[in-house]
Structures are given as C-alpha cells and as structure tokens.
C-alpha cells in the first residue's frame, strides 16, 4: 500500500528540548518537503529535497534541520532554537509538479 | 516573491448549488497550477491540476486557467455538505518549490 507516513500523530514538547518528526514514503518519488501550517494559513515551506545527501531552505527553516540519507525517509528536527513551533507540520513527496501529503503531525509546547 | 492570493472565506452555498473558489498568483511565468482539498485537521489532497488555458472538467469539478489574467478558478457543482472544507490553490513557476495560497474556506449549506 503505496503512501506517505508521518509519525506519531501528535508530539508534545517541553520548552528547551529537540524533537524528531519522521516522514516516510514508499512511492519512490525523488522529492520531499516539510511544511509548517497554522491555524486558518496556509502551508509554509521549511526545508526540501531534491535528491539524497542533498536539501534545501525554504521561507521558514530557522530552528528546523533535515537529513535525506535515503530515498524514502526525510525527517525533521525541531530544535530548541524553534521559538514558536506548536504548529501541524505536513511532509510532502512530489510526482513532477504534484504534492501528495502525510497524514500530519501536530506539535504542542507544554 | 511570488504570491499566490485567495479570498479566506467563509465562502458559504446552499446545497445544490455552484461553488465558484477563485485564486490569483502574481509570477506570469507560473506553468502549472492545482486545487487541495484539505478537512479540517487532516492532510490537503490533490483535486485538479491544470496546465493550459481553458477548463478541465473531473466530475463536478470544474479547473479554469487564465494565464493572461493570472487567474486561476475552481467550479464544483451540485454542491454537498462533504465539499465543505478549506481548498488551496498551488502554483508552480519551475525550478522553484510550490507556491500555496492560504486556503479559502467552503461551507455548503444543507
């Protein structure tokens, strides 16, 4: 069953601390993309990639970092850095122009 | 910057109805434009794309590109409760990620 898993589905964080959201798909797309969302926005771009061992910032990557060590798996470290990072982060792999999405996770700073 | 703009809504229709979503991007070298359907507090998913000047029609979906006007139009007939969601529109100008508006949000009236 073909898709994109993003994992947990909710993650607290306490103030000071790094956490790790995973984002793992098996479509065999090349390109894979974190988006941040907050409440009545729209989707905006933190980091992506194109390629393995290769990646990009996107309008929003202060606080985040990435790694693309294999195809299938893109996942996203929100650092303490992250002032405000209680938000529904999206990952996303491309086919061509086409976005397909995860099913999301939502941080919460407790 | 390229913007992508959209009425935030609440657009609101009677059952039946035609919902008429509009989007306007500001990059006239965009080539490749695309409707999400995102329910709240789930992931957004791809509805229409469309790549050339004129309609694209997919059930009672209706995709309307005007390139000279940069204008981008989403249809959707026979309108249900189930269509209430927030739609984004997404263009993309090549060698650059996509591009998401902030979503207009949809209620059909029962």
């Known amino acids: 069953d073909g898709g994109i898993t993003q994992s947990p589905k909710y993650l607290f964080r306490k103030e000071g601390q790094n956490v790790t959201l995973s984002c793992e798909q098996n479509l065999n797309h090349d390109a894979m993309y974190w988006y941040r969302q907050d409440p009545g926005q729209g989707l905006r771009l933190i980091y992506y990639?194109?390629?393995?061992?290769?990646?990009q910032k996107g309008d929003i990557a202060e606080g985040y970092s990435v790694s693309r060590e294999k195809k299938e798996s893109f996942p996203l470290t929100v650092t303490s850095a992250q002032k405000n990072p209680t938000a529904f982060y999206l990952c996303a792999s491309h086919r061509g122009f086409e976005a397909f999405f995860g099913q999301g996770t939502r941080l919460t700073v407790v | 910057q390229k913007e992508v703009e959209q009425n935030s809504g609440p657009l609101s229709v009677p059952e039946g109805a035609i919902a008429s979503l509009n989007c306007t991007y500001s990059?006239?070298?965009?080539?490749?434009f695309f409707w999400y359907r995102q329910y709240s507090g789930k992931s957004p998913e791809l509805i229409m794309s469309?790549?050339?000047?004129g309609d694209k029609e997919d059930g009672r979906f209706t995709a309307q590109l005007n390139k000279a006007s940069q204008y981008v139009s989403l249809l959707i007939r026979d309108s249900q409760p189930s269509d209430s969601a927030t739609y984004l529109c997404a263009v993309y100008s090549g060698n650059t990620p996509l591009v998401f508006g902030k979503g207009t949000r949809l209620s059909v009236i029962a």
């Open positions: 990639s194109q390629i393995v061992n290769d990646f």
């Open positions: 469309i790549y050339s000047n």
């Open positions: 990059d006239r070298v965009s080539q490749s």
